[in-house]
C-alpha cells in the first residue's frame, strides 16, 4: 500500500521568494516519487521525477525536490517564485506493485504575490 | 509539444446523454492507459485502467456499465460516460506512460476534458 500526504493545501509567498511545498510518502516498496503541476483546466505537467538514483532532483522551470527515506518526504523548492508558478501542484507516489498506478497527494496551492 | 492528446476539452449536455471522450498517445504506443476524475478543487482519482486488447480494471466503487473503456488500438482509448446525469459532471483527465506501465516511467496527461450534463 502506498500513500502521499501533502502538508498544506496552500502556499502564498512574494515573487522572487523561495517556494517550499511540502509532502511526505508512504510506501511498502522503493517508491518512485513524482512532482506534477496542473494549471487551470489542463492536465499535469511533470516537474520531475524520483526513481532511486540521486537523492537531489533537479526538474523543469527552477524546481527541485529531495528524497529523504529517513524522513519519507520528497518536498518540492524552488529558489525564486515566478509568477507563473501559481498554480496546483501534485505529489505522486508509485512503486513496482501498482503496475503504473499512481498515488496523488491531496495538491497544494500556489499562489504568487507581485 | 503534447504527447498525449484529449479530446473534446469541453462537453455540455443534456442528461440522459452519453458522451465520448478520446485519449491518444501521439508518438508512442501505449498498451496501458489510466482514466482520473477530478472534482473542483479536489485531487485526481484513479477510474479504470485502459488495456490495449483486454478488458478494462476499474476501480472500487466506479461503475463499468456507467463509465465505458475501450482500448482498441496501442495510440488510443475512449472513455464513454453512457447515459450521463449532473452528478457525473466532473473535470475527466487521461494519462499513459510512456514505456509501459511500470512504476518508474513518468505519465503523460492528457489536457482533460470538462464534462457539464444540464
Known amino acids: 500500500a502506498q500513500s502521499v500526504t501533502q502538508l498544506d493545501s496552500h502556499v502564498s509567498v512574494s515573487e522572487g521568494t523561495p517556494v517550499l511545498l511540502r509532502c511526505n510518502y508512504s510506501s511498502s516498496y522503493s517508491p518512485s516519487l513524482f512532482w506534477y503541476v496542473q494549471h487551470p483546466n489542463k492536465g499535469l505537467q511533470l516537474l520531475l521525477k524520483?526513481?532511486?538514483?540521486?537523492?537531489l532532483v533537479k526538474g523543469i522551470n527552477g524546481f527541485e525536490a529531495e528524497f529523504k527515506k529517513s524522513e519519507t518526504s520528497f518536498h518540492l523548492t524552488k529558489p525564486s517564485a515566478h509568477m507563473s508558478d501559481a498554480a496546483e501542484y501534485f505529489c505522486v507516489v508509485s512503486d513496482w506493485t501498482s503496475y503504473g498506478k499512481l498515488t496523488f497527494g491531496q495538491g497544494t496551492i500556489l499562489t504568487v504575490h507581485p | 509539444g503534447a504527447v498525449v492528446s484529449q479530446h473534446p476539452s469541453w462537453v455540455i449536455c443534456k442528461s440522459g446523454t452519453s458522451v465520448k471522450i478520446e485519449c491518444r498517445s501521439l508518438?508512442?504506443?501505449?498498451?496501458?492507459m489510466f482514466w482520473y476524475r477530478q472534482f473542483p478543487k479536489q485531487s485526481l482519482m484513479l477510474m479504470a485502467t485502459s488495456n490495449e486488447g483486454s478488458k478494462a480494471t476499474y476501480e472500487q466503487g466506479v461503475e463499468k456499465d456507467k463509465f465505458l473503456i475501450n482500448h482498441a488500438s496501442l495510440t488510443l482509448s475512449t472513455l464513454t460516460v453512457t447515459s450521463a446525469h449532473p452528478e457525473d459532471s466532473s473535470f475527466y483527465i487521461c494519462s499513459a506512460p510512456r514505456g509501459g506501465g511500470t512504476a518508474y516511467q513518468p505519465q503523460h496527461f492528457g489536457d482533460g476534458t470538462r464534462l457539464s450534463i444540464l
Open positions: 508518438d508512442f504506443q501505449a498498451t496501458t
Open positions: 524520483y526513481t532511486s538514483a540521486a537523492t
